[in-house]
């Protein structure tokens, strides 16, 4: 697959079929133990962030007062149950994603979302730095309406502030989406297992304004 095909989802007749077997998930969330995958406790709610690496961007989350647990996968593709190695191939049409479970009544999603576009840059498309292809792509997968639209809201609020300081338009692909396939077991909290390992998120040093976004949470 060359470099100009990894900026490009495949088609449906050039995915990769996947396969039924879901990845096997670890029982316990490696810094805190908690659960990675349902069923989690009624009062948390779950999103999925896209970032470029989901080594880094888990990291960001799990570090979060009022996160209740993360865990990486892909998501926002057409093959079932992938292999990091599909993945990378580009012909998934998948995203690197991150999990985020989280109770509302300690972090809001607002908080969630400053830390989603100040984490990363939204702006490069197919790619994020020095990581290329679609599965690098910046994403946020609601899954509910009133996530979806503050996630939209914030995107304007947010682009306003980026032309501002000279940067181009957000690419982020931001829909409703409840499908996520979990990545490899070693994929998961890399970042606890190999606290010097590569990292590979930098945001664009332009603030997102969380006063905006709370009251937008509000309204």
């Not at 996630?151 to 501002?164: C, N, V, W």
Request: one cysteine or more.
């Amino acid at each position: 697959m060359g470099l100009l095909d990894k900026f490009t989802i495949p088609t449906a007749d050039r995915v990769l079929p996947g396969r039924s077997e879901r990845m096997p998930v670890p029982p316990g969330h490696f810094v805190h133990g908690r659960a990675l995958e349902d069923p989690f406790p009624d009062t948390v709610k779950k999103i999925q962030f896209g970032m470029g690496c989901f080594w880094g961007a888990e990291r960001k989350y799990w570090e979060m007062d009022g996160v209740y647990s993360t865990a990486v996968g892909y998501s926002g593709g057409a093959t079932p149950n992938p292999s990091y190695e599909e993945v990378c191939s580009g012909y998934t049409g998948h995203t690197e994603a991150v999990l985020v479970v989280y109770d509302e009544q300690k972090v809001k999603l607002s908080a969630l979302l400053k830390a989603f576009w100040e984490g990363h840059d939204p702006t490069q498309g197919m790619r994020q730095g020095n990581d290329i292809g679609s599965q690098y792509r910046s994403t946020i997968f609601a899954y509910d309406q009133a996530q979806l639209d503050l996630a939209l809201k914030t995107q304007e609020i947010y682009q306003m502030t980026l032309t501002e300081k000279g940067f181009g338009e957000i690419t982020t692909e931001i829909r409703l989406e409840e499908e996520f396939f979990y990545a490899e077991h070693y994929h998961q909290q890399y970042l606890a297992k190999v606290p010097n390992g590569y990292c590979g998120i930098g945001g664009t040093g332009v603030g997102c304004n969380i006063e905006s976004l709370a009251k937008l949470e509000l309204a």
